[in-house]
C-alpha cells in the first residue's frame, strides 16, 4: 500500500520550484525580484539544487513578500498524515470521514501555506474520487487542475504518483508513454481501464482492468474490485463474451450476497448483465422463468424479458405469450421514456429493418443489446 513522505517539505529546497512557478502566474521578472529583494539570482540558483543554510531566508523572506506561511515540521507530518489517510480511504473506497477530509483541506487552504500545491492536489485527488461521473469532475475542476500541473516539479518523491493519478484522469490526450508504462498502483491501472471503456477500446478495457485487479487483490481491496467488475462485465457484453461475462456477474452476485450488500445499484448492475450474458447466450427460457412473474422489473430487465418472449415465440412457432406480455406493458401506461424504449424494441423485433436497429440503438440503455439484436436478425435470415 503506498505511503506518501513528506520530510522533503521540511527544506527549504522544494520552495524554490514552487516560486518559479509562482512568480511566473504572478507576471513577475524572477531576475528582477531578486534583485529588488536584495536576493542574489546565482545564490537561489544554487539552493533550487541543494539544501544550505541560506535557503530557508530567502524563503521565509519571500514568502512574507506575498503574506504566505512556511509550515513547521509539527504541520508537515500533520498534512504528511491527512495525505496518507485520504489516499488510503478513497482508495478503498471508505467515505466516511469525506466531508471532514473536505473541510480539513480547505481549512488549511485557507492559511496561505506555501506548500499549498500539495493541498491543492489532495483537493482535486478526493473530487476525483467522489461517486460522480468522472466526466462531470474533469469538466467542473478543469482550472484547478491546469493549476496542479504547472507545480507539478514540485510535487517530490511519491506526491508524482499522486499527480500522475489525477493527470491521468484529465489530461484530454495523454501521451502514448502512459499507455504503455508499468504502473505499482491499481488506481493508475483503474484510471486507464475507465478512460479506454469511455474511448470504446473494450479490448484495452480488459486489459488494464485485468493488471488493475491483480494488484486489487493483493491489496484485499475487494469494494473497488467490485466497482471495477462491472466495467468488465460491460466491455465482455460489448466484445460478445457473454459466458466470461455470466460467470463473472454469478459470483459477483453471490459476494455482493455473503457481503450482505446495501448497494441496491451494485446489486442492480450485476443482475442486469447476468439477463444480457444470458440473451447472449440464447437462454431464453431462464430470463423468462426470472422474470415473467415479477412485476417489479427495471428498465432492462423488461426489455431482456421482451427480447427472451419474442425469441422463444420464434423457436415455439407461437408469439402469442410475448404479444400478452406486451399488451401488459401497454396498458401499464409507462413514462414516456420506457414506453418510447419498448415501443421501439417491439418495431425492430416485428420488422427487423436496419433503420430501426439505428433509431432503437439511440436510446443509451440500449448499447449492451446491440450484438444481440443483430446476432437475431443474422439467426432468421
Not at 499549498?116 to 474533469?138: D, H, Q, R
Not at 443482475?271 to 430470463?287: A, P, Q
Not at 412457432?317 to 424494441?345: G, H, P, R, T, W
Not at 420488422?351 to 430501426?356: G, V
Request: hydrophobic share 40%; proline share 1%.
Amino acid at each position: 500500500m503506498k505511503q506518501f513522505d513528506l520530510s522533503i517539505y521540511k527544506l527549504s529546497q522544494p520552495y524554490f520550484d514552487m516560486f518559479d512557478v509562482f512568480l511566473k502566474e504572478k507576471g513577475i521578472r524572477k531576475e528582477i525580484f531578486l534583485l529588488d529583494n536584495d536576493i542574489t539570482p546565482s545564490t537561489y540558483r544554487q539552493c533550487r539544487k541543494g539544501e544550505y543554510n541560506i535557503g530557508p531566508k530567502i524563503i521565509n523572506k519571500m514568502a512574507n513578500k506575498f503574506s504566505l506561511k512556511v509550515p513547521n515540521d509539527e504541520l508537515v507530518n500533520e498534512i504528511e498524515m491527512l495525505v496518507n489517510n485520504i489516499y488510503f480511504d478513497m482508495y478503498y473506497k471508505n467515505y466516511k470521514l469525506y466531508d471532514y477530509y473536505q473541510n480539513k483541506v480547505n481549512e488549511l487552504l485557507e492559511e496561505n501555506l506555501i506548500i499549498f500545491p500539495v493541498l491543492e492536489l489532495a483537493k482535486l485527488y478526493l473530487k476525483l474520487s467522489c461517486n460522480k461521473s468522472i466526466s462531470k469532475v474533469v469538466e467542473d475542476n478543469e482550472e484547478l487542475f491546469e493549476r496542479i500541473k504547472k507545480y507539478q516539479d514540485f510535487l517530490k518523491k511519491g506526491l508524482f504518483e499522486l499527480f500522475e493519478l489525477v493527470y491521468l484522469s484529465f489530461e484530454k490526450n495523454i501521451s502514448e508513454d502512459c499507455w504503455i508504462k508499468n504502473y505499482n498502483n491499481a488506481s493508475a491501472y483503474f484510471i486507464l481501464t475507465s478512460r479506454s471503456y469511455m474511448n470504446k477500446r473494450y479490448i484495452e478495457t480488459l486489459f488494464f482492468a485485468s493488471k488493475c485487479k491483480e494488484i486489487l487483490f493483493i491489496d484485499g481491496n475487494i469494494n473497488r474490485t467490485i466497482y471495477l467488475n462491472n466495467t468488465i462485465m460491460s466491455a465482455l457484453i460489448h466484445v460478445g463474451n457473454y459466458e466470461e461475462c455470466y460467470n463473472l456477474s454469478f459470483r459477483q452476485l453471490k459476494a455482493l450476497e455473503s457481503l450482505d450488500c446495501q448497494n441496491q445499484f451494485l446489486i442492480d448492475a450485476s443482475n442486469k448483465f447476468l439477463l444480457i450474458s444470458e440473451l447472449g447466450k440464447m437462454e431464453y427460457k431462464e430470463i423468462i422463468e426470472k422474470c415473467l412473474d415479477d412485476d417489479n422489473l427495471l428498465l432492462t430487465e423488461t426489455l431482456c424479458l421482451l427480447i427472451a418472449l419474442y425469441q422463444q415465440g420464434v423457436i415455439d412457432k407461437n408469439l402469442s405469450q410475448y404479444k400478452k406480455y406486451y399488451k401488459k406493458l401497454e396498458d401499464d401506461k409507462l413514462d414516456e421514456k420506457k414506453a418510447s424504449v419498448i415501443i421501439a424494441l417491439n418495431q425492430y423485433l416485428n420488422c427487423k429493418r436496419k433503420s430501426l436497429l439505428n433509431k432503437l440503438l439511440d436510446f443509451e440503455i440500449m448499447k449492451h443489446f446491440e450484438k444481440i439484436l443483430e446476432k437475431i436478425v443474422e439467426q432468421q435470415n
